[in-house]
């Protein structure tokens, strides 16, 4: 064939295309005129060379720096890549470094460019190129080359933040100005060829916007300052003391703080906390510390400024708590909304291409190379939707954690300074409810914020997808998704109802379970226990109630929005039938896939509403407590100690605990102390002497008056209140260790002998509440304690109630008037042998000082005081009259009768069946030496009474997994569930595969079925699934709550079940923990979890299955992938459970403390020690928050690599599906396949997520198992042994060699004690403080089981029958008085079981009547939390009655009258002689006159039985411990001159 006829063919197919010779001419001649070193692409070229030679001189400067750093460790400065002192960390300490504008602007610069060329080069792979430089190569290389050089620029700028690198080093300065030349180079080239060819290129565009950025990193190169800034510790001021710099001090340096930003984006900073966990079980010492940014100190103060601002914007307005938690996450919750709307976007690229995609299939032939450009779409849109997913998940939570933390600070200080209105009006249950349950409702809803904005966005992206293959009927399935979100408003505010009385319920139980832990001895002892468990299972029935309303209404939401996306799609393709638009399986699957997305975001819209609700409900709460009132900052004027002479001055003042009635309890109150001055203050019960003490302090509502004070105050309370930890810690109280001064100050509290018996001396750990340690020790403790506080003004509220009267002597002369003496002193007191010393006396009366004076002149006045002193002399007359009768032998016994008492006729008359107490006490005095090294041996295998709380080690055991699942109905219930589940799945899956292929692939192709039959059947399979969804739901809710009930019924009798012992060595905080926190997860989360849990991994088999089916080629990399998800999990789940269970336990001691603090808040302030209690707490919830960040990261860190790899499976699927020949593979059938891969990673995280979060939430049933196997104590009934109805009916009770000490390495409290107790006769015991008084009390009532010996009670051994058997025969009237929240009658008679008419004749003998009967309530009178509105006597009194009411034969009083005056004791003695005649009494007094009287007096020292007798026959002895005691007693309340004339000398 001729040339000509070659020609002559190329132009016939040249013209038959359109295309001429003269423009392929024209290219050519283009192509030549821009060859490689043509005008631009010699740019491009320069380029290259300049950011290659940049690569290299990088690389060489880092190898070599890194060489210098291994090799040349003896320089000063080193050979870092940067050069000397340019950017290595100094040993320098830092308080604050400051990010300024032109280091975050260069951050910003290389972001920028970063993103242009990175887009360039996706654009150039996905368009072509369509730049001025024809050369493919140079452009793709000088794209590259950029990416690398900018991606180097970022990350090593980013470090500077960790070196604190304040100079930029030189090699990025030159870099920085060759840049700009080169850019300007470039950008001049585009300008003459845009003039030379009137044509504007597209890389012009992004050549001027480069060109911009490198003149202003131009002039930063040149200034050579990065913007950080330093500011070293001498130039600032801690926040809050030290505590601003403890992050820094800290052992471990916050990984996450130090990491760059590849370790942040992939969580790889986690690395080694993961290695450490896979090894062996975490401790809280392995988790580095948390970012300051992250501190409780830095949230906390952060807050506070966001509510001064609010404040300073309206002043006149209480700030909107609403407003405030607004202010304080905008930002990070903008920054979270970013990375939310990327997701959101990104996810919807997958839908948006399935129609493109299934058209390219369905092409004959077809190109791989738009298959593959198809595939890196679809592939790189999942891993820009996982990368945002992953960031703005964790940032929510972080999020979550500061607000938390801010909140769970202001209201620890918020409790330090509630008024006394508000602190009565907020029991402790809800205040630790506001802790445990609302503040994490709250920081939770910051996760489900990013829901409100990106559901709109996912709406429009998917109304916009569905108009592209639908049309108009997109808009019908919008109108659909409105209707059925509008109709979730009434849903939403009934559920927010049902909230606020979930809250309210849950408040109650709360706070009736804290009073229980509370007063739980009492209970005991009182047989009151199953009462009051009774009544917490009341108030949690009602709880239930409102749950399960909550929870049926919740399954009923949650049943509409999951039919939701199937309802939408059969509305969208009937409307479409209608309005007569052709649906293909392209059209269908796009449409399909569109809304399996936004199945996810409508499925978590039940969840978005109900914790909307909750959390509306929770800040609503917690804003209001936070509004409370304080106390008033005014009510004391502080006035510096040289400017007067006075320490304490009170003008006009007036008092009232509660304002707002109008009855002041404090009237015409003028007083004037100078500084030095010794102040006594008396009065009978309820005149007003602690209220005197608390305005002083500033406790008290002031309604007029001046209140002036001078100099630093100490505060000792009335009811002791001594914190968990060892006795040196109370003491000191937060100052520093002064030897000298700490022995001095323990020897003059009389706490030497204490501390030596104790097995570990002052480190010996003491329990909740002082749980171990006696009245007496605790009272000197906390003497000790504001003793040592060195202050200039002493308080001292009844300080010698619970002390024996050795004891009371010494504390006053060695510690008020000897350590103390200078210090100005007011001290409340009962025993008028203390009053002679004071330098002034006041003399309370009805809220008034009724007299003032020294004690001579009182007693010259008469009136109140007369009759005080006059009651004294009658208790004392009592003691002489039985001294003096000791020479005669004549004494009067209880009964009123005389009596001679020789040897025989008291064996005759007490019925008394004694061992030979002469070969007690000689076995005692030959056993001294061998106690000795008893005591030595015990204290070696001492434990603390305080245990760790238990921890489980390792997985969750299966069997807690068994115990929940099979709870309710033998587990009967779940298979049904599971079915119901996997059906609801299949009819999905069947609905979707339906349409996909009954639709015709292209509009071209005839369908097979019509359209009206696909819909109507698709409409029918969704209806079906909604059924099996139904039935799922409702059983799921049923099973979920009854089993969280069980769960708790059964760890509420185990409590209750519980020895004494369980409770002295657990803190209420781990039980409310319990009940509170963990109770919660079982009663709203877990069911729904494992649920959740059960649906994803269905999920993800059938989209498995779906992808397999049409090709099994997946298979191939889905195995080792799969292999890898389980391996990564395996690895993860160990440090991941541990966590979880450091959080619960860290979470213990927030609540713990705070319930402590709020019940020693008045001592806190006394001592202004509120500011380190406040860092205390921050302290702990930074340790709570160091747990709960690791453990978010955790969950992030695992969640990235499974993402990652489910990424891979898509991206090998899409492959192998475009690689297939055409005739192997259904298009429809691989556009479904694809549709399920596009949610695979949603699914895989979830299985993730809900996997980790079971294990997790599973470690609350983990933690109520463990309460709920509680070894018991006694049974309460024994059948085959229950005493007879009238026993006891003499009372005699039998000590034979009794033992008893509190655990099996703690020494022996009582020692081999043998002896009687005559029936109807009164027993005295007495002994020092800590000798085993209570202790026998406990023995008697079992509380504490004799470990050898018997206690016989009319020869019914004790042990032989219940404990509600022995106990409701007995009565105690005990040490600390207990009252409940209620009513007067109510805590009189809580099981109702008497008349009014009884309960009135009760008050008036406990001295109460008049005073019910002056109240307008009368018995139904309030007692607020604790008792705090009535005095302590008056508390006291009323447990008097419940003693009078109930009757025993045996009445045990452990001090029962220490907190009243001298005269109401003797009303009192006088009482129960003569309605107790008939009774065994056993007294346990430190006031001797109480006991004088009794016809046995029991003398116990260090457990052993000293003496045992009448009281004359033991002062016939005057070497007679007793007769000394007594001795002591007349000498020092008998001659007041003397005691007057002492400190007159002094």
């Not at 609503?620 to 007067?644: C, F, G, K």
């Not at 309604?703 to 006795?727: C, D, E, F, L, R």
């Given at each position: 064939?001729?040339?000509?006829?070659?020609?002559?063919?190329?132009?016939?197919?040249?013209?038959?295309?359109?295309?001429?010779?003269?423009?392929?001419?024209?290219?050519?001649?283009?192509?030549?005129?821009?060859?490689?070193?043509?005008?631009?692409?010699?740019?491009?070229?320069?380029?290259?060379?300049?950011?290659?030679?940049?690569?290299?001189?990088?690389?060489?400067?880092?190898?070599?720096?890194?060489?210098?750093?291994?090799?040349?460790?003896?320089?000063?400065?080193?050979?870092?890549?940067?050069?000397?002192?340019?950017?290595?960390?100094?040993?320098?300490?830092?308080?604050?470094?400051?990010?300024?504008?032109?280091?975050?602007?260069?951050?910003?610069?290389?972001?920028?460019?970063?993103?242009?060329?990175?887009?360039?080069?996706?654009?150039?792979?996905?368009?072509?190129?369509?730049?001025?430089?024809?050369?493919?190569?140079?452009?793709?290389?000088?794209?590259?080359?950029?990416?690398?050089?900018?991606?180097?620029?970022?990350?090593?700028?980013?470090?500077?933040?960790?070196?604190?690198?304040?100079?930029?080093?030189?090699?990025?300065?030159?870099?920085?100005?060759?840049?700009?030349?080169?850019?300007?180079?470039?950008?001049?080239?585009?300008?003459?060829?845009?003039?030379?060819?009137?044509?504007?290129?597209?890389?012009?565009?992004?050549?001027?916007?480069?060109?911009?950025?490198?003149?202003?990193?131009?002039?930063?190169?040149?200034?050579?300052?990065?913007?950080?800034?330093?500011?070293?510790?001498?130039?600032?001021?801690?926040?809050?003391?030290?505590?601003?710099?403890?992050?820094?001090?800290?052992?471990?340096?916050?990984?996450?703080?130090?990491?760059?930003?590849?370790?942040?984006?992939?969580?790889?900073?986690?690395?080694?906390?993961?290695?450490?966990?896979?090894?062996?079980?975490?401790?809280?010492?392995?988790?580095?510390?948390?970012?300051?940014?992250?501190?409780?100190?830095?949230?906390?103060?952060?807050?506070?400024?966001?509510?001064?601002?609010?404040?300073?914007?309206?002043?006149?307005?209480?700030?909107?708590?609403?407003?405030?938690?607004?202010?304080?996450?905008?930002?990070?919750?903008?920054?979270?909304?970013?990375?939310?709307?990327?997701?959101?976007?990104?996810?919807?690229?997958?839908?948006?291409?399935?129609?493109?995609?299934?058209?390219?299939?369905?092409?004959?032939?077809?190109?791989?190379?738009?298959?593959?450009?198809?595939?890196?779409?679809?592939?790189?849109?999942?891993?820009?939707?996982?990368?945002?997913?992953?960031?703005?998940?964790?940032?929510?939570?972080?999020?979550?954690?500061?607000?938390?933390?801010?909140?769970?600070?202001?209201?620890?200080?918020?409790?330090?300074?509630?008024?006394?209105?508000?602190?009565?009006?907020?029991?402790?249950?809800?205040?630790?409810?506001?802790?445990?349950?609302?503040?994490?409702?709250?920081?939770?809803?910051?996760?489900?914020?990013?829901?409100?904005?990106?559901?709109?966005?996912?709406?429009?992206?998917?109304?916009?997808?569905?108009?592209?293959?639908?049309?108009?009927?997109?808009?019908?399935?919008?109108?659909?998704?409105?209707?059925?979100?509008?109709?979730?408003?009434?849903?939403?505010?009934?559920?927010?109802?049902?909230?606020?009385?979930?809250?309210?319920?849950?408040?109650?139980?709360?706070?009736?379970?804290?009073?229980?832990?509370?007063?739980?001895?009492?209970?005991?002892?009182?047989?009151?226990?199953?009462?009051?468990?009774?009544?917490?299972?009341?108030?949690?029935?009602?709880?239930?109630?409102?749950?399960?309303?909550?929870?049926?209404?919740?399954?009923?939401?949650?049943?509409?929005?999951?039919?939701?996306?199937?309802?939408?799609?059969?509305?969208?393709?009937?409307?479409?039938?209608?309005?007569?638009?052709?649906?293909?399986?392209?059209?269908?699957?796009?449409?399909?896939?569109?809304?399996?997305?936004?199945?996810?975001?409508?499925?978590?819209?039940?969840?978005?509403?109900?914790?909307?609700?909750?959390?509306?409900?929770?800040?609503?709460?917690?804003?209001?407590?936070?509004?409370?009132?304080?106390?008033?900052?005014?009510?004391?004027?502080?006035?510096?100690?040289?400017?007067?002479?006075?320490?304490?001055?009170?003008?006009?003042?007036?008092?009232?605990?509660?304002?707002?009635?109008?009855?002041?309890?404090?009237?015409?109150?003028?007083?004037?102390?100078?500084?030095?001055?010794?102040?006594?203050?008396?009065?009978?019960?309820?005149?007003?002497?602690?209220?005197?003490?608390?305005?002083?302090?500033?406790?008290?509502?002031?309604?007029?008056?001046?209140?002036?004070?001078?100099?630093?105050?100490?505060?000792?309370?009335?009811?002791?209140?001594?914190?968990?930890?060892?006795?040196?810690?109370?003491?000191?109280?937060?100052?520093?260790?002064?030897?000298?001064?700490?022995?001095?100050?323990?020897?003059?509290?009389?706490?030497?002998?204490?501390?030596?018996?104790?097995?570990?001396?002052?480190?010996?750990?003491?329990?909740?509440?002082?749980?171990?340690?006696?009245?007496?020790?605790?009272?000197?403790?906390?003497?000790?304690?504001?003793?040592?506080?060195?202050?200039?003004?002493?308080?001292?509220?009844?300080?010698?109630?619970?002390?024996?009267?050795?004891?009371?002597?010494?504390?006053?002369?060695?510690?008020?008037?000897?350590?103390?003496?200078?210090?100005?002193?007011?001290?409340?007191?009962?025993?008028?042998?203390?009053?002679?010393?004071?330098?002034?006396?006041?003399?309370?009366?009805?809220?008034?000082?009724?007299?003032?004076?020294?004690?001579?002149?009182?007693?010259?006045?008469?009136?109140?005081?007369?009759?005080?002193?006059?009651?004294?002399?009658?208790?004392?007359?009592?003691?002489?009259?039985?001294?003096?009768?000791?020479?005669?032998?004549?004494?009067?016994?209880?009964?009123?009768?005389?009596?001679?008492?020789?040897?025989?006729?008291?064996?005759?008359?007490?019925?008394?069946?004694?061992?030979?107490?002469?070969?007690?006490?000689?076995?005692?005095?030959?056993?001294?030496?061998?106690?000795?090294?008893?005591?030595?041996?015990?204290?070696?295998?001492?434990?603390?009474?305080?245990?760790?709380?238990?921890?489980?080690?390792?997985?969750?055991?299966?069997?807690?997994?068994?115990?929940?699942?099979?709870?309710?109905?033998?587990?009967?219930?779940?298979?049904?569930?599971?079915?119901?589940?996997?059906?609801?799945?299949?009819?999905?899956?069947?609905?979707?595969?339906?349409?996909?292929?009954?639709?015709?692939?292209?509009?071209?192709?005839?369908?097979?079925?019509?359209?009206?039959?696909?819909?109507?059947?698709?409409?029918?399979?969704?209806?079906?699934?909604?059924?099996?969804?139904?039935?799922?739901?409702?059983?799921?809710?049923?099973?979920?709550?009854?089993?969280?009930?069980?769960?708790?019924?059964?760890?509420?009798?185990?409590?209750?079940?519980?020895?004494?012992?369980?409770?002295?060595?657990?803190?209420?905080?781990?039980?409310?923990?319990?009940?509170?926190?963990?109770?919660?997860?079982?009663?709203?989360?877990?069911?729904?979890?494992?649920?959740?849990?059960?649906?994803?991994?269905?999920?993800?088999?059938?989209?498995?299955?779906?992808?397999?089916?049409?090709?099994?080629?997946?298979?191939?990399?889905?195995?080792?992938?799969?292999?890898?998800?389980?391996?990564?999990?395996?690895?993860?789940?160990?440090?991941?459970?541990?966590?979880?269970?450091?959080?619960?336990?860290?979470?213990?001691?927030?609540?713990?403390?705070?319930?402590?603090?709020?019940?020693?808040?008045?001592?806190?302030?006394?001592?202004?020690?509120?500011?380190?209690?406040?860092?205390?707490?921050?302290?702990?919830?930074?340790?709570?928050?160091?747990?709960?960040?690791?453990?978010?990261?955790?969950?992030?860190?695992?969640?990235?690599?499974?993402?990652?790899?489910?990424?891979?499976?898509?991206?090998?699927?899409?492959?192998?599906?475009?690689?297939?020949?055409?005739?192997?593979?259904?298009?429809?059938?691989?556009?479904?396949?694809?549709?399920?891969?596009?949610?695979?990673?949603?699914?895989?995280?979830?299985?993730?997520?809900?996997?980790?979060?079971?294990?997790?939430?599973?470690?609350?049933?983990?933690?109520?198992?463990?309460?709920?196997?509680?070894?018991?104590?006694?049974?309460?009934?024994?059948?085959?042994?229950?005493?007879?109805?009238?026993?006891?009916?003499?009372?005699?009770?039998?000590?034979?060699?009794?033992?008893?000490?509190?655990?099996?390495?703690?020494?022996?409290?009582?020692?081999?004690?043998?002896?009687?107790?005559?029936?109807?006769?009164?027993?005295?015991?007495?002994?020092?403080?800590?000798?085993?008084?209570?202790?026998?009390?406990?023995?008697?009532?079992?509380?504490?089981?004799?470990?050898?010996?018997?206690?016989?009670?009319?020869?019914?051994?004790?042990?032989?029958?219940?404990?509600?058997?022995?106990?409701?025969?007995?009565?105690?009237?005990?040490?600390?008085?207990?009252?409940?929240?209620?009513?007067?009658?109510?805590?009189?008679?809580?099981?109702?079981?008497?008349?009014?008419?009884?309960?009135?004749?009760?008050?008036?003998?406990?001295?109460?009547?008049?005073?019910?009967?002056?109240?307008?309530?009368?018995?139904?009178?309030?007692?607020?939390?604790?008792?705090?509105?009535?005095?302590?006597?008056?508390?006291?009194?009323?447990?008097?009655?419940?003693?009078?009411?109930?009757?025993?034969?045996?009445?045990?009083?452990?001090?029962?009258?220490?907190?009243?005056?001298?005269?109401?004791?003797?009303?009192?003695?006088?009482?129960?002689?003569?309605?107790?005649?008939?009774?065994?009494?056993?007294?346990?007094?430190?006031?001797?006159h109480t006991v004088i009287d009794s016809d046995l007096v029991l003398l116990l020292s260090e457990g052993t039985l000293l003496e045992y007798d009448s009281p004359l026959k033991l002062l016939k002895n005057k070497n007679s411990a007793f007769s000394k005691l007594i001795q002591e007693y007349s000498t020092r309340s008998g001659n007041a001159d003397k005691f007057q004339t002492q400190f007159e000398i002094e």
């Open positions: 064939m001729s040339n000509q006829s070659i020609s002559a063919d190329i132009s016939d197919i040249l013209q038959l295309h359109g295309i001429s010779k003269l423009a392929i001419l024209e290219n050519f001649l283009q192509r030549q005129e821009t060859s490689l070193f043509s005008g631009v692409c010699t740019g491009k070229t320069i380029a290259i060379v300049l950011h290659i030679s940049f690569l290299c001189s990088f690389f060489v400067k880092f190898v070599w720096g890194r060489f210098a750093q291994c090799f040349v460790k003896g320089s000063e400065q080193g050979l870092s890549p940067t050069g000397p002192n340019e950017d290595m960390p100094t040993n320098t300490s830092y308080s604050s470094i400051n990010f300024g504008f032109i280091y975050k602007a260069t951050l910003g610069c290389c972001t920028c460019l970063l993103a242009c060329y990175s887009l360039s080069t996706l654009w150039i792979l996905l368009y072509g190129n369509q730049t001025q430089c024809a050369w493919h190569a140079t452009v793709i290389v000088a794209d590259v080359v950029h990416i690398l050089v900018w991606s180097i620029m970022f990350i090593r700028i980013f470090t500077f933040r960790k070196t604190i690198c304040r100079r930029i080093p030189n090699l990025l300065r030159a870099w920085l100005i060759c840049f700009c030349i080169e850019s300007i180079f470039t950008l001049l080239i585009d300008i003459d060829r845009a003039i030379r060819n009137w044509t504007v290129y597209n890389d012009m565009y992004m050549d001027c916007f480069t060109s911009l950025l490198s003149i202003f990193l131009l002039c930063i190169a040149i200034r050579g300052n990065t913007g950080i800034y330093t500011c070293t510790k001498e130039l600032e001021e801690p926040l809050l003391g030290s505590n601003e710099f403890k992050y820094a001090a800290a052992k471990k340096e916050s990984a996450y703080a130090k990491a760059n930003l590849l370790e942040l984006l992939t969580f790889s900073w986690l690395n080694p906390l993961l290695s450490i966990g896979i090894k062996k079980p975490l401790e809280f010492d392995d988790l580095s510390n948390i970012a300051k940014n992250d501190s409780a100190d830095h949230v906390y103060s952060r807050f506070s400024r966001k509510i001064d601002m609010v404040k300073q914007k309206d002043p006149s307005k209480t700030p909107s708590m609403t407003k405030v938690v607004f202010l304080f996450i905008w930002k990070k919750v903008a920054l979270n909304a970013m990375f939310a709307v990327v997701y959101a976007c990104a996810s919807y690229v997958g839908p948006y291409l399935i129609n493109d995609f299934v058209s390219y299939l369905t092409k004959n032939p077809r190109s791989t190379h738009e298959g593959y450009i198809l595939a890196c779409t679809f592939f790189l849109a999942k891993i820009i939707e996982t990368t945002a997913q992953r960031r703005w998940i964790f940032g929510s939570r972080q999020l979550g954690m500061r607000l938390r933390a801010a909140l769970t600070a202001h209201i620890y200080r918020k409790g330090l300074n509630l008024s006394v209105q508000a602190r009565q009006s907020h029991t402790s249950g809800e205040l630790i409810n506001y802790m445990s349950v609302d503040i994490p409702r709250i920081g939770d809803f910051t996760w489900y914020l990013n829901t409100i904005w990106m559901l709109p966005i996912q709406i429009v992206l998917a109304i916009s997808i569905l108009y592209n293959n639908v049309g108009l009927a997109s808009l019908v399935g919008f109108a659909a998704t409105l209707a059925v979100m509008m109709g979730n408003i009434p849903i939403t505010r009934r559920q927010r109802y049902f909230q606020s009385k979930i809250m309210k319920s849950k408040d109650e139980r709360m706070k009736v379970t804290s009073e229980i832990l509370r007063n739980m001895k009492v209970l005991k002892l009182q047989a009151w226990d199953m009462r009051y468990a009774q009544k917490l299972e009341d108030l949690r029935k009602i709880e239930y109630n409102w749950l399960k309303k909550s929870a049926q209404l919740g399954a009923a939401s949650l049943f509409i929005f999951s039919c939701t996306p199937a309802f939408i799609s059969a509305i969208t393709f009937a409307a479409a039938y209608f309005m007569g638009i052709p649906l293909t399986s392209g059209r269908v699957l796009s449409a399909l896939a569109t809304f399996r997305l936004l199945q996810d975001p409508i499925y978590t819209l039940p969840d978005l509403f109900s914790n909307l609700a909750q959390a509306k409900v929770s800040l609503d709460r917690v804003t209001s407590y936070l509004q409370e009132q304080e106390l008033q900052e005014d009510a004391v004027e502080s006035i510096p100690m040289h400017l007067t002479e006075l320490a304490i001055e009170i003008e006009g003042g007036e008092f009232s605990w509660d304002p707002f009635a109008g009855e002041q309890t404090l009237k015409e109150i003028n007083l004037q102390v100078k500084r030095g001055m010794r102040v006594a203050v008396c009065g009978t019960i309820g005149s007003g002497k602690s209220s005197l003490l608390s305005c002083i302090l500033g406790e008290i509502p002031k309604t007029s008056g001046i209140v002036k004070v001078s100099g630093t105050k100490a505060y000792v309370p009335q009811s002791a209140w001594i914190q968990t930890g060892n006795i040196r810690e109370n003491i000191l109280f937060g100052s520093s260790f002064d030897n000298d001064k700490y022995e001095r100050i323990v020897k003059a509290c009389a706490l030497n002998k204490d501390l030596e018996l104790l097995p570990h001396g002052d480190q010996t750990e003491i329990g909740e509440r002082g749980t171990n340690l006696s009245g007496g020790q605790k009272q000197r403790i906390q003497i000790a304690r504001a003793v040592y506080q060195n202050a200039d003004i002493y308080l001292m509220d009844d300080p010698f109630s619970a002390v024996d009267a050795h004891t009371g002597t010494q504390l006053f002369e060695e510690c008020l008037t000897g350590v103390l003496r200078g210090k100005t002193l007011i001290y409340v007191t009962h025993q008028v042998e203390f009053l002679p010393s004071a330098d002034l006396i006041l003399v309370m009366q009805n809220g008034k000082i009724a007299q003032a004076g020294k004690y001579d002149e009182l007693l010259k006045e008469g009136k109140s005081f007369e009759a005080l002193v006059s009651a004294h002399n009658q208790a004392l007359g009592a003691v002489v009259a039985v001294d003096n009768l000791s020479s005669t032998g004549m004494l009067q016994g209880s009964n009123g009768n005389h009596t001679e008492l020789s040897d025989d006729n008291l064996d005759v008359q007490s019925n008394v069946q004694m061992r030979d107490l002469k070969i007690l006490n000689s076995e005692k005095q030959m056993g001294n030496e061998v106690q000795q090294e008893t005591n030595a041996n015990h204290k070696c295998k001492y434990s603390q009474i305080t245990q760790d709380e238990e921890r489980e080690t390792g997985s969750v055991s299966k069997k807690v997994y068994w115990s929940y699942l099979t709870a309710v109905y033998g587990g009967g219930l779940v298979p049904i569930i599971l079915i119901s589940q996997i059906l609801f799945q299949g009819c999905q899956l069947g609905s979707n595969y339906w349409m996909a292929w009954a639709s015709p692939p292209t509009l071209d192709m005839e369908p097979i079925i019509s359209t009206r039959l696909l819909i109507l059947v698709y409409v029918a399979i969704s209806i079906g699934s909604s059924v099996f969804l139904l039935i799922r739901a409702f059983l799921l809710v049923s099973v979920g709550l009854l089993t969280s009930q069980k769960l708790f019924l059964g760890m509420l009798h185990s409590i209750f079940r519980a020895p004494m012992s369980f409770f002295d060595r657990t803190p209420a905080g781990r039980i409310l923990n319990r009940a509170s926190t963990d109770q919660s997860v079982l009663d709203l989360e877990i069911s729904n979890i494992l649920s959740w849990l059960s649906f994803s991994i269905i999920q993800l088999l059938g989209t498995v299955a779906v992808m397999s089916g049409l090709a099994w080629q997946v298979f191939v990399i889905f195995i080792p992938v799969t292999a890898f998800c389980i391996w990564y999990q395996q690895y993860f789940i160990p440090t991941s459970r541990e966590l979880s269970r450091l959080l619960g336990i860290k979470r213990a001691p927030i609540l713990h403390h705070f319930a402590e603090s709020l019940s020693g808040a008045a001592t806190v302030r006394a001592f202004d020690q509120e500011l380190r209690f406040v860092e205390r707490n921050l302290s702990l919830v930074d340790d709570h928050s160091r747990v709960r960040f690791h453990t978010i990261s955790c969950t992030e860190w695992l969640a990235f690599r499974l993402n990652f790899l489910s990424n891979l499976i898509f991206a090998f699927s899409l492959v192998v599906v475009v690689s297939l020949p055409e005739d192997l593979i259904n298009p429809s059938i691989a556009g479904l396949a694809v549709t399920y891969a596009l949610s695979l990673n949603l699914q895989q995280a979830a299985i993730v997520w809900n996997v980790s979060n079971a294990e997790t939430k599973m470690i609350s049933v983990e933690r109520i198992l463990q309460y709920s196997d509680i070894p018991c104590e006694a049974p309460l009934a024994i059948e085959e042994s229950r005493p007879a109805l009238e026993w006891p009916s003499y009372g005699i009770i039998f000590l034979e060699n009794l033992q008893v000490r509190y655990g099996r390495h703690l020494p022996f409290v009582l020692k081999s004690l043998t002896c009687t107790f005559p029936g109807r006769q009164k027993i005295g015991v007495v002994g020092r403080t800590g000798s085993g008084k209570s202790t026998l009390i406990q023995a008697l009532f079992r509380v504490v089981e004799p470990t050898e010996g018997k206690i016989i009670i009319d020869g019914v051994d004790i042990c032989s029958i219940g404990l509600h058997d022995l106990r409701s025969k007995l009565s105690i009237i005990p040490q600390e008085p207990a009252m409940f929240q209620g009513t007067i009658r109510e805590n009189l008679d809580p099981l109702g079981e008497y008349t009014d008419i009884e309960i009135w004749q009760t008050l008036d003998k406990c001295q109460l009547g008049n005073l019910m009967r002056s109240r307008e309530e009368k018995m139904g009178s309030r007692v607020t939390e604790n008792g705090e509105n009535w005095s302590v006597g008056q508390q006291q009194l009323v447990c008097l009655g419940r003693a009078l009411l109930k009757r025993s034969r045996i009445l045990v009083l452990d001090e029962a009258t220490a907190s009243v005056d001298t005269a109401t004791d003797a009303t009192i003695q006088a009482i129960i002689r003569s309605e107790f005649a008939d009774c065994t009494v056993i007294t346990i007094a430190h006031r001797i």
